[in-house]
T-cell receptor, first 112, second 114 residues
Framework: SQKIEQNSEALNIQEGKTATLTCNYT??????LQWYRQDPGRGPVFLLL?????KEKRKERLKVTFDTTLKQSLFHITASQPADSATYLC???????????FGTGTRLTIIP | EAQVTQNPRYLITVTGKKLTVTCSQN?????MSWYRQDPGLGLRQIYY???????DKGDVPEGYKVSRKEKRNFPLILESPSPNQTSLYFC?????????????FGPGTRLTVL
């Protein structure tokens, strides 16, 4: 069956350290993978999109990697700040179809 | 301001009473979709629309209807709501198909069915 798994439901990281979140998938062949941020009670906000032929993408303190052999994406936040505390969702397609399927998310807390 | 709006934001209703949640976007996006979000289950797609008059089922369409008569609007209709439809609902839009485009989400509608 198809599965998208994000590492532990909750992750606590000391301020200033790098937070690394994982997204593993099974029985998908994504052409694209996206990461979103969601604050409590609000809609998800798009952060980054990476294509299957891209190994890495960066945006300010954010970095995403995409390994189609391992069927995994890593999402890094460097120099983490308390304001980075939120739930982070990965989402992917399957063979480039119109549907985007989301993982259940990782709740990240940056501890001052 | 470019945005997706949903109304109402909060709704408490009773089993069987038809309701409509409206969704509107002002970005001229072709693609719109509805999701529900439940604890432990994440965001699950209910219906999506590639363009006007083109809609298709997502992963959890049972008990819901949609229509896309205009590009900007994509209402979600619950003909006979049941308690298992109590959830947080999000409307989203993107320029074209969702998989390779940023999706813009609305603020959410928290629905309780008693």
């Amino acid at each position: 069956s198809q599965k998208i798994e994000q590492n532990s439901e909750a992750l606590n990281i000391q301020e200033g350290k790098t937070a690394t979140l994982t997204c593993n998938y099974t029985n998908y062949s994504p052409a694209y993978l996206q990461w979103y941020r969601q604050d409590p009670g609000r809609g998800p906000v798009f952060l980054l999109l990476i294509r299957e032929n891209e190994k890495e993408k960066r945006k300010e303190r954010l970095k995403v990697t995409f390994d189609t052999t391992l069927k995994q994406s890593l999402f890094h936040i460097t120099a983490s700040q308390p304001a980075d505390s939120a739930t982070y969702l990965c989402a992917l397609d399957n063979f480039g179809n119109e549907k985007l399927t989301f993982g259940t998310g990782t709740r990240l807390t940056i501890i001052p | 301001e470019a945005q997706v709006t949903q109304n109402p934001r909060y709704l408490i209703t009773v089993t069987g009473k038809k309701l409509t949640v409206t969704c509107s976007q002002n970005m001229n996006h072709e693609y719109m979709s509805w999701y529900r979000q439940d604890p432990g289950l994440g965001l699950r797609q209910i219906y999506y629309s590639m363009n006007v008059e083109v809609t298709d089922k997502g992963d959890v369409p049972e008990g819901y209807k949609v229509s896309r008569k205009e590009k900007r609007n994509f209402p979600l209709i619950l003909e006979s709501p049941s308690p298992n439809q109590t959830s947080l609902y999000f409307c989203a839009s993107s320029p074209r198909a969702s998989f390779n485009n940023e999706q813009f989400f609305g603020p959410g509608t928290r629905l309780t069915v008693l």
